[in-house]
């Protein structure tokens, strides 16, 4: 080690000495104590259905942190606001990555990130049938099976304008998914979103909780902590937190869906069109037009409320409005009411409105700690800039120490939502892509045909039949597997899946001919449309 680089570390080493928390904007607390990392910069974001990421530059003066025993720890963040220095903004979550950076002479610079315990159920993947059973039964039975699973405690809440809505579904497969791929399929196709609550207590072992938040309406949002937000254009003298930047934008979308399934119980197609109710300017109609696949619905008000959740989610990203600025409070979730924006109160004041309250759709999160500027010179000799930097100083382009410092300590990047109109997440993509397709079983499959006990075939008058496919584990399966759970998804009787149509070699009105496989046969299965 040169002598210039020597004498940097001996200044950091002495400036650093002893550190605590208690007066730092970013302050992080994990399972080796309070002080053991000290947080440098911050990168985070969190949205309506999207969780959220925290990546954390941090220091220590321990060199030897073991990255194998952190992961799946609870870490708290910990943001102070603008109103006290006891009022703090937390983020509560699970280390999910951590990495060493670099290391000199007693000082090293480690990268970890911080999610939701649902980022666990990224990485589990099962095939699975669940009959009779609700979107939210289904949701809280997958929920229950990570409780006390390492470190985990998931907490959950529901939010919903009415759950008796959420009717129980005659068969729902997870097939070949991970557990939040089927989740989050599930939820966009009833319309329901979700967010993060936090809270922090950084004396408790479990450094506090975070809680998900399911939701199928505005009306479930809180008001933010600082719910009138001033509009003031960036100034260093500025002393509260504001709105700095505000773009409101419209561009043409599709403004009329239209859904229809075809129902061989009822011979006939179940469908519905729905027209736009937010639309404006001289713009045509724009139809997405979309066949459901085979018994999508089971009656016009089904096919009625598809339409026009899927029309819901288009007409919401037509009219979200962009921002910036230092707000440390914007969460998912939180509603505020923008105050002093010369062109949104003109509007305002021209079209009679009343205060517009906003909703926070997604947010982004930069901030860097106050060390101090000869502790961040002094960090940058021995370590080199991070590499969160270019996420400061404007929130574009890299910035050099001295426009840095100039900088507010904390900038965001956000997307909001006037909260009178209805939000829902979208379930196809800019193309007409399903964004969470249901699966495919490709080619042909075999199964085992089942039903009564003691009886030679289990049939009902249009001769469709009841199978048990070979991945299903439990009691009675083929395999003879049992589902690590312990559920019995093989009951191996008549109540097992669904009626599975027969395919006959000739048929028609009054003439053809039938055939009806026995139970313990095993015959060959086609996926209509998907599972």
């Known amino acids: 080690m040169n002598g210039g680089l020597s004498g940097a570390m001996a200044a950091l080493r002495a400036l650093l000495a002893g550190h605590t928390q208690d007066t730092r904007l970013l302050r992080l607390t994990t399972s080796p104590g309070a002080d053991a990392l000290l947080v440098e910069r911050i990168a985070g974001r969190e949205g309506l259905s999207q969780g959220f990421r925290f990546d954390i530059t941090t220091l220590s003066t321990d060199a030897a942190l073991d990255g194998k025993r952190l992961l799946g720890q609870p870490a708290l963040l910990e943001i102070l606001t603008q109103h006290s220095r006891s009022e703090l903004r937390p983020i509560h979550g699970h280390i999910t990555a951590f990495e060493p950076l670099s290391s000199e002479a007693g000082l090293t610079r480690y990268r970890l990130n911080i999610e939701p315990w649902t980022a666990f159920l990224r990485h589990r993947f099962d095939s699975f049938v669940w009959q009779d059973k609700s979107t939210l039964d289904i949701v809280a039975e997958i929920f229950a099976d990570y409780q006390g699973q390492g470190r985990l405690a998931p907490e959950w809440r529901l939010a919903l304008s009415d759950a008796s809505r959420y009717a129980p579904r005659e068969v729902c497969t997870q097939f070949e998914e991970s557990d939040w791929a089927f989740v989050e399929r599930l939820l966009a196709e009833e319309g329901l979103f979700y967010w993060f609550e936090h809270v922090g207590d950084a004396g408790s072992a479990a450094l506090g909780n975070h809680r998900l938040v399911i939701a199928d309406s505005n009306a479930a949002f809180g008001p933010n902590v600082q719910p009138p937000i001033r509009f003031h254009r960036a100034a260093a003298v500025e002393q509260s937190d504001t709105i700095t930047g505000w773009q409101t934008a419209r561009r043409v979308v599709t403004n009329t869906v239209r859904v229809a399934s075809w129902n061989e119980r009822q011979v006939s197609v179940i469908g519905h069109q729905q027209g736009g109710s937010h639309a404006g300017g001289d713009v045509p109609e724009l139809l997405a037009s979309d066949h459901a696949g085979l018994r999508h619905f089971d009656s016009g008000d089904a096919a009625e409320r598809s339409a026009r959740l899927h029309l819901e989610a288009l007409e919401a990203r037509n009219h979200t409005c962009h921002g910036e600025g230092t707000v440390r409070t914007l969460a998912p979730g939180s509603t505020f009411v923008l105050t002093e924006h010369p062109v949104h109160d003109r509007e305002r004041l021209q079209e009679g409105d009343a205060e517009v309250c906003f909703a926070v759709i997604a947010v982004q999160h930069f901030g860097r700690n106050n060390l101090g500027s000869d502790a961040n010179t002094l960090i940058d000799s021995v370590f080199g800039n991070s590499a969160q930097a270019s996420s400061l100083g404007g929130l574009n382009g890299q910035a050099s120490r001295g426009a840095e410092d100039a900088e507010p300590l904390y900038r965001n990047r956000f997307t909001a939502l006037r909260a009178d109109i209805p939000w829902r997440p979208l379930t196809v993509d800019a193309r007409g892509a399903l964004l969470h397709p249901k699966p495919t079983v490709t080619g042909i499959h075999t199964a085992i045909v089942v ?56 048929a028609g009105p009054n003439w053809g001919s039938s055939f009806t496989p026995r139970i313990g046969q095993e015959v060959i299965f086609e996926d209509e449309v998907s599972l």
């Open 451 to 506: 039903g009564t006990p003691g009886q030679d075939l289990t049939t009902e008058r249009n001769h469709r039949i009841k199978v048990q496919l070979h991945w299903q584990r439990g009691a009675q399966s083929h395999s003879r597997r049992s589902h690590p759970q312990g559920d019995n998804n093989t009951p191996a009787q008549e109540s097992a899946y669904v009626w599975v149509r027969v395919m006959e070699p000739a």
